[in-house]
């Protein structure tokens, strides 16, 4: 049974850095596709980074030089450090496994097969 628990969310103000964490159990994690995902109220969830299985990554442009997503197979665990955090950076943040290698459209949701609870991030002025 896949389970991914993500932690590290909080409350910072505009500026600030937080480091997400995503544990992973009953997953080959090293070999595929894992993703951060973010949802912000009245609004769809979105890819915010991607790690591939040999370790390359994408990100979605309004991250990109802000956020690193990275992963540490020994501990099975994922990352998302988040540097120069904004207002607009506030969100449910979701931890995310696919079962393949990353798709192209590594940003849809709908490509991922199992999903963390969340971890709420919130960057105040």
């Known amino acids: 049974q896949v389970q991914l628990v993500e932690s590290g969310g909080g409350s910072v103000q505009a500026g600030g850095s937080l480091r997400l964490s995503c544990a992973a159990s009953?997953?080959?994690?090293?070999?595929?596709?894992m993703g951060w995902f973010r949802q912000a109220p009245g609004k769809e969830r979105e890819g915010v980074a991607a790690i591939y299985g040999d370790g390359g990554a994408s990100y979605a442009d309004s991250v990109k030089s802000r956020f690193t997503i990275s992963k540490d197979n020994a501990d099975n665990t994922l990352y998302l450090q988040m540097n120069s955090l904004q207002p607009e950076d506030t969100a449910m943040y979701y931890c995310?496994?696919?079962?393949?290698?990353?798709?192209?459209?590594?940003?849809?949701?709908?490509?991922?097969?199992?999903w963390g609870q969340g971890t709420q991030v919130t960057v105040s002025s």
């Open positions: 009953g997953y080959t994690f090293s070999r595929f596709c």
């Open positions: 995310a496994a696919d079962r393949g290698f990353c798709a192209r459209e590594w940003y849809i949701a709908r490509y991922y097969d199992y």
